[in-house]
């Protein structure tokens, strides 16, 4: 638990830095007096940062091991907090947002890959949501901070403190975790695999009789695992490639998970929230709240996930998530449909208003205690070894793509109707049903050398 915790702080930092973003959006439009398209795309230039970091961090695990990657992420964390927090100009913020989105990038395919590898099989959904429950914990304590900040700065996004802007300490901040991730990194061990693919034998014994109790047989494990990862040392992204439309059929369905997860909207809660509420007339201290509190449910939602990821498996999880978020959307994009009033004037009242924040809050706590886990859950292990960490590479790197394509439209979508925008993400939470019911394997309790 303490070695998937540690390497799971990567993920706190993946959803501070995604999440932390929401209390400066203001800030940054009036500080550099950009319209919302430029906007969005400094909003979503760390997605471009993650696309590239997925892509390639499993090239790099492969090479240089696990350990030295989230070593490598915690660097880049930790210059992009700097860097973000002391920007001259607008696409210097762009740079810097960048290269902490190759950090979250890798980050997102090495924490499920390291966890997956290090745990028993029997508590490996659990330990494999410790980086989910990671993400949604970095969401809230960054909500948190940019609440105690703006309250320094008496309200005022661009209140000074120290010498700089509210929303600059609200970026900066992040350098204390990065370090921290830095400092654990040290203090776990490498995986098993990757010891047993380096030829460091001895090691990985070590580590397996560590995590796996004192009773394992060591030598039939590294035997079992040798037999199942001879290839996987080999592993590119030409092994992905086979089936009737150019990829294997598991790394498809890999991609469509990954696509349907950003596609029903989650991250437009967490980049905009503060902004969403704002535009249907909630004052911005309240629009801050409310933004802590779908933060505190997504907590929430996980710990249910890791709960009941291991009792009643992956599938029925992420099926309960696609009907409830289904049904909370429709009710957000009815009741974004009743708002009246035109630019600065625009109002959401009465029933309409209390149907929206209830069906936001509970939109989230569907995705978080079903898609927000079972995703990375899945990823983690249902690919073969010869494959796995390439394709959770590709995988990963899509669902940036999706998340890109979600951040940098929701701004069009919302100026030009808000209420058809849910509409879509909707379409999406019911388009994940046959999806799921038709193609997603189960790994509930399965060996990852059984994945094939």
């Known amino acids: 638990m303490l070695i998937a915790a540690a390497a799971a702080m990567g993920g706190f930092l993946f959803g501070y830095d995604s999440s932390v973003i929401n209390g400066a959006v203001e800030a940054i439009r009036d500080r550099f007096a950009i319209g919302p398209e430029a906007l969005a795309q400094v909003i979503a230039a760390a997605l471009i940062g993650c696309a590239i970091g997925a892509a390639t961090a499993g090239r790099i695990a492969d090479r240089i091991g696990r350990i030295r990657c989230m070593q490598i992420s915690a660097v880049l964390f930790t210059v992009s907090a700097v860097g973000s927090a002391l920007p001259f100009a607008l696409w210097d913020l762009a740079m810097w947002r960048v290269i902490g989105g190759f950090a979250i990038g890798m980050a997102s395919v090495i924490g499920p890959a390291y966890i997956a590898e290090v745990s028993p099989p029997a508590y490996r959904g659990r330990l494999a949501s410790f980086q989910q429950a990671a993400i949604v ?3 809230a304590v960054s909500q948190i ?6 309250k320094l700065a008496d309200g005022d996004q661009r209140g000074r403190i120290g010498g700089l802007e509210a929303w600059q300490w609200m970026l900066g901040v992040m350098v204390v975790p990065a370090l ?15 010891l047993i693919s380096a030829g460091r034998t001895e090691q990985a014994k070590q580590v397996l009789g560590e995590i796996e109790g004192a009773g ?46 950003q596609l029903v909207g989650i991250n ?29 449910i997504n907590i929430i939602g996980t710990v249910i996930a890791m709960v009941f990821v291991d009792r009643i498996g992956r599938k029925p999880l992420a099926l309960i998530g696609s009907v409830g978020m289904a049904l909370s959307l429709g009710l957000a994009a009815w009741a974004f449909a009743q708002r009246t009033g035109t630019g600065a004037g625009v109002h ?9 924040l209830i069906a936001a809050h509970a939109f989230v706590l569907f995705f978080a205690l079903s898609w927000g886990v079972v995703v990375w859950v899945l990823l983690g292990e249902m690919f073969p070894s010869r494959i796995r960490v390439a394709a959770l590479g590709l995988a990963a790197a899509v669902q ?34 046959p999806f799921i019911l038709k193609w997603v394997p189960e790994t509930k309790g399965r060996k990852l050398e059984e994945m094939g």
């Open 145 to 150: 901070v940019n609440w105690g900040v703006l």
């Open 268 to 296: 437009v809660i967490f980049y905009y929230s503060s902004s969403l509420w704002q535009s249907v007339g909630i004052d911005p201290t309240s629009s801050f709240f409310y933004s802590f509190t779908t933060s505190i």
């Open 137 to 139: 914990i970095g969401i």
């Open 348 to 356: 959401l009242a009465g029933g309409p208003a209390t149907v929206a």
């Open 180 to 194: 921290l991730y830095g400092l654990l990194s040290f203090v776990i061990p490498e995986s098993p695999r990757f």
């Open 400 to 433: 940036w793509v999706a998340n890109w394509v979600i951040t940098v439209t929701f701004p069009s979508l919302s100026h030009w109707n808000l209420s058809g925008a849910y509409v879509i993400y909707t379409a999406f939470a019911l388009l994940s049903i």
């Open 216 to 261: 394992t047989d060591l030598d039939a494990r590294v035997s079992e695992i040798r037999t199942a990862m001879r290839s996987e040392v080999k592993s590119r992204f030409r092994d992905l490639l086979g089936g009737r439309a150019g990829l294997l059929p598991i790394v498809w369905i890999g991609i469509g998970l990954s696509v349907f997860q």
